[in-house]
């Protein structure tokens, strides 16, 4: 397991936010990550919620402007939030834009060169990085859950219904619910997967598709849509994932359309706390 660096600690609300960095297996590079230690976190092991974050994000966006570490202390729970893609591992167009590559990992493991040897982002935030916080932070490792926005909705939805079991609870901000139908979605699966819309493969990385054919333990999934978001009509879909989980008997979906609210943190932050609470409700029953 590789060594963790710690990069700033500031304390909040009694506990430690901190950035850390490591050198990534799964990524082939150094990866920065944010961990919110509550008060609870001195005394003993603390179950733990992971945050995924959108296009163009890094591990900072949400530490600085979700507002979530009064609502973690509160309930005594680690908070963890990954960057959104590999940095600066030198492929050819990595940063030419703000949808495909840097910033931009759709939390899938690509298949396609040259991204299949770093783009490896499922398996980071599903594996690689949660043994590496279960062995160097105090976790309770069957008490963990998951939640996202936007792209990080996505792949906090897609974590959740690939790997039966591990999170005990998911929610998710915007998240792109149908990738496989949008434009954002479709240019990251040609690029990462290989292929073009329609494509069969693609399934297996999308929400609306996992619904369909889910059959893992019960699962309670909140999500929260600004009703003024200006991506909802053309990348969000979320009529896409109602109508899969009706005929999904494991899943229990709540999706809730907010009045005036956009794609912004601060619409995350208006809602944090009902999201903490969501998850708590799991991790500590």
């Known amino acids: 397991m590789s060594e963790i660096t710690v990069v700033s600690s500031n304390k909040s609300f009694g506990g430690w936010q901190k950035i850390c960095s490591h050198e990534s297996t799964e990524l082939k590079c150094r990866m920065n990550f944010g961990v919110y230690l509550p008060p609870q976190a001195e005394e003993g092991p603390v179950p733990v919620i992971y945050w995924l974050s959108g296009l163009t994000c890094t591990e900072a966006n949400f530490i600085q402007k979700a507002g979530a570490q009064r609502y973690a202390a509160e309930h005594g729970v680690i908070l963890v939030i990954p960057d959104t893609s590999p940095r600066g591992v030198n492929i050819p167009g990595e940063d030419a834009s703000s949808d495909f590559g840097s910033g931009a990992g759709f939390y ?77 979605g479709q240019k990251a699966f040609a690029g990462y997967l290989g292929g073009k819309e329609g494509d069969s493969h693609w399934n297996q990385w999308d929400a609306t598709e996992l619904t369909k ?73």
């Open 108 to 184: 899938v493991d690509a298949t396609e060169e040259p991204w299949k040897t770093n783009y490896r982002m499922f398996s980071y935030v599903t594996s690689e990085l949660p043994a590496l916080i279960n062995e160097k932070f105090p976790t309770i490792p069957d008490k963990q859950s998951i939640m996202g926005h936007s792209m990080g909705g996505h792949g906090a939805l897609i974590c959740a219904l690939k790997c039966h079991g591990q999170y005990k609870s998911v929610s998710a901000f915007a998240p792109i619910n149908n990738p496989i139908n949008c434009g954002w």
């Open 213 to 285: 054919i889910y059959n893992g333990p019960p699962l309670d999934i909140l999500i929260d849509q600004g009703k003024a978001d200006s991506f909802l009509k053309d990348q969000l879909h979320p009529e896409s994932l109602i109508a899969a989980a009706k005929d999904a008997a494991s899943l229990h979906l709540v999706v809730r359309m907010q009045e005036g609210y956009d794609h912004s943190y601060f619409f995350i932050a208006t809602f944090i706390e009902d999201h903490i609470k969501h998850h708590v409700k799991y991790l500590k029953s």
